[in-house]
Nanobody, 124 residues
Framework: QVQVVESGGGLVQPGGSLRLSCAASGHTSDYYTIGWFRQAPGKEREGVSCIISSDGATYYADSVKGRFSISRDNVKNMVYLQMSSLQPEDTAVYYC?????????????????WGQGTQVTVSS
C-alpha cells in the first residue's frame, strides 16, 4: 500500500509564499509520478503540478506556471511544491497524489493514492 501525507499549509498574505511537502512511502517501484491537486469550496478539483520520480520531469497548470515550482528529493522520498506570489484565488485544500508509473499529466484518474489534504488560505 502506498501512503502519501501532505503538510505545510497555512495562512499567508497575498503576494506571499508557502512550501508544501508530500511524504510518500510504501511504493515498490522506482517509477512513479507525484501530482499536486487543489480544490476550493464549490469548485471542481484541478491539477496544479506533477513530477516524475525517475528523471524529475515536471509539468505545470497554466494557472500556476511561473509562480509555483515542484521538486523532489528521492533519497528522502519527499516532493515539494514551492508556491510564490500567492493570490486569494489560490486558496484551496491542496492534495498530494501518487501514481505508479511514469506519466507527465494532471489527469486525476491516473493517480491511485491520495493524501488527506492541507489547507492553504491566502488572505489579508
Amino acid at each position: 500500500q502506498v501512503q502519501v501525507v501532505e503538510s505545510g499549509g497555512g495562512l499567508v498574505q497575498p503576494g506571499g509564499s508557502l512550501r508544501l511537502s508530500c511524504a510518500a512511502s510504501g511504493h515498490t517501484s522506482d517509477y512513479y509520478t507525484i501530482g499536486w491537486f487543489r480544490q476550493a469550496p464549490g469548485k471542481e478539483r484541478e491539477g496544479v503540478s506533477c513530477i516524475i520520480s525517475s528523471d524529475g520531469a515536471t509539468y505545470y497548470a497554466d494557472s500556476v506556471k511561473g509562480r509555483f515550482s515542484i521538486s523532489r528529493d528521492n533519497v528522502k522520498n519527499m516532493v515539494y511544491l514551492q508556491m510564490s506570489s500567492l493570490q486569494p484565488e489560490d486558496t484551496a485544500v491542496y492534495y498530494c497524489a501518487a501514481g505508479l508509473g511514469d506519466y507527465l499529466t494532471l489527469r486525476d484518474t491516473l493517480y491511485d493514492y491520495w493524501g488527506q489534504g492541507t489547507q492553504v488560505t491566502v488572505s489579508s
